[in-house]
């Protein structure tokens, strides 16, 4: 079945400090990977998606992720965390079933908190 | 630009009342989506759309319903609400679900029902 894990309910990283979100996925075929972030009482934004080619991503904000095929994870990473950081983030990925029509399998989420 | 717009922002219903969630968006995007966010569940996707006048069915659509006469809007319906309807709504949309276009999402209309 495919499916997207993001192991961490919750990650804390000093402000200033490098950090990492995990998501894991299973699915056919190459995929479609994207992180999206969600502050309080807000929608989702995008931040950064694989689709092809180099397998570090740069996106909005500063994040970066990382693309591993051979252990099938799309990390989501930055060298230097800021408070401002301190929000919900989302690993999605491209369902690859001829009849999803191309809709997202989301992760649960995880909360990061960046303390001063 | 507006972006995705959703109405109401909070809503309290009691079972068995019906209401309307109404979403618009003005970039001209052909998919448009709902979901339902609970608690440590992520995305439930109740409903989507490729374009004016086609919807499908999400992973989790009993007890809604939709309709997309135009492109700028996707109203969701909830009949005969239940507790179980008890969540966060978010509307969205892209420009080609097909080719990974970011999803642009509205800020959400959080509904209990008691």
């Known amino acids: 079945a495919q499916s997207v894990a993001q192991p961490e309910d919750q990650v804390n990283v000093a402000e200033g400090n490098p950090l990492t979100v995990k998501c894991t996925y299973s699915?056919?075929?190459?995929?479609?990977l994207f992180w999206y972030v969600q502050y309080p009482n807000r929608g989702l934004q995008f931040l950064l998606k694989?689709?092809?080619?180099d397998n570090l991503v740069k996106g909005s904000y500063g994040f970066e992720a990382e693309f591993n095929k051979s252990q099938t994870s799309f990390h989501l990473k930055k060298p230097s965390a800021l408070v401002s950081d301190s929000a919900l983030y989302f690993c999605?990925?491209?369902?690859?079933?001829?009849?999803?029509?191309?809709?997202?399998?989301w992760g649960a989420g995880t909360k990061l908190i960046i303390k001063p | 630009n507006a972006g995705v717009t959703q109405t109401p922002k909070f809503r309290i219903l009691k079972i068995g009342q019906s209401m309307t969630l109404q979403c618009t968006q003005d970039?001209?995007?052909?998919?448009m989506y709902w979901y339902r966010q609970d608690p440590g569940m992520g995305l439930k996707l109740i409903y989507y759309?490729?374009?004016?006048?086609?919807?499908d069915k999400g992973e989790v659509p009993n007890g809604y319903n939709v309709s997309r006469s135009t492109t700028e809007d996707f109203p969701l319906r909830l009949e005969l609400a239940a507790p179980s309807q008890t969540s966060v709504y978010f509307c969205?949309?892209?420009?080609?679900?097909?080719?990974?276009?970011?999803?642009?999402f509205g800020n959400g209309t959080r509904l209990t029902v008691t």
């Open positions: 970039m001209n995007h052909n998919y």
């Open positions: 694989y689709i092809t080619g």
């Open positions: 999605a990925v491209r369902d690859m079933k001829g009849d999803s029509n191309y809709q997202l399998i």
């Open positions: 699915v056919s075929g190459n995929p479609y």
């Open positions: 969205a949309s892209s420009y080609d679900g097909r080719q990974g276009s970011p999803l642009h």
């Open positions: 759309s490729v374009g004016a006048g086609i919807t």
